[in-house]
C-alpha cells in the first residue's frame, strides 16, 4: 500500500485520532467482547436449528455456505485460542486495570468490526490456507464453532486477572506480526461478528 504525502499526513491524522479511544477499563473491554461472543454464540445454537438445505447451499458459485463460513471461523479459532489459553497458563497475575490498545490492533479491529448500522468497513480477500474446503461437514463445523465461542467465554474470564497488554499473541499472518492479548479479542471477535452478517445474509439469499 502506498501513500501520497498528503496520505501520510490523514493517515498520522487517523492514527492521532484513534489514539483517543484507544484505552479501556479491562472490566469493561471484557464485559463487552463477552457481550458480543454470547450474541455470536446464541446465533450459532439457532442454526442447528435451521434445515440442513440451507446451512449447505451456496446462494451463488462465488458465494459461501453457512456451512463454510462457519469452517473458515473455525479456522481461526484452531488457530488462536489454542495460543492465548497457553499464554494465560503462565502468565502472571496483574492488578491493573486499564489497556491500551496498540495502533496496529485497532486498525485491524475497525477494518474488520461492522458498522452499528451493520455495513462492513470494506471487502478482503481470506488467505488461501483459510478458504474452506468445498465439502464441509456442516453438523461437525456447527458444533465445533460452539465450542470454540464457549472455550472463547472462558478465556475472556481467566484474562481478568491478567495484563491485557503485556501478553502478545502470533496472528495468523505470520509468527512475526503480534498483537496483545486484549487486541487479539478484540480482533479475533470482530472477524466473527462480520462473518455473522454474512451468514444472515446467506441465509436471506437462500430462503428465497
Known amino acids: 500500500m502506498v501513500f501520497t504525502k498528503n496520505g501520510q499526513a490523514q493517515l498520522i491524522e487517523f492514527c492521532i485520532k484513534l489514539e483517543i479511544v484507544m484505552e479501556y477499563y479491562k472490566s469493561d473491554l471484557i464485559a463487552s467482547l463477552e457481550k458480543d461472543v454470547q450474541e455470536v454464540l446464541d446465533t450459532a445454537k439457532h442454526l442447528s436449528n435451521l434445515p440442513s438445505i440451507d446451512i449447505n447451499t451456496r446462494p451463488d458459485e462465488k458465494s459461501w455456505s453457512v456451512a463454510e463460513i462457519l469452517a473458515h471461523l473455525n479456522f481461526y479459532c484452531a488457530h488462536y485460542l489454542p495460543l492465548i489459553d497457553l499464554q494465560l497458563k503462565t502468565a502472571p497475575p496483574s492488578q491493573k486495570n486499564n ?16 458498522r452499528a448500522d451493520l455495513s462492513i468497513p ?9 478458504i474452506p474446503p468445498k465439502e464441509v461437514d456442516a453438523s461437525k463445523a456447527l458444533l465445533d464453532f460452539i465450542a470454540y465461542q464457549e472455550q472463547t467465554i472462558q478465556l475472556l474470564n481467566k484474562s481478568k486477572q491478567v495484563d491485557l497488554q503485556r501478553i502478545k499473541i502470533a496472528t495468523s499472518l505470520s509468527k512475526l506480526i503480534k498483537l496483545s492479548l486484549g487486541d487479539t479479542f478484540r480482533f479475533f471477535i470482530a472477524h466473527q461478528q462480520r462473518h455473522f452478517i454474512q451468514i444472515n445474509r446467506t441465509l436471506e439469499r437462500v430462503r428465497k
Open 99 to 114: 489497556f491500551k490498545s496498540g495502533w496496529l490492533g485497532n486498525y485491524f479491529t475497525n477494518i474488520m468490526k461492522p
Open 122 to 130: 470494506s471487502k478482503m480477500k481470506s488467505p488461501t490456507n483459510a
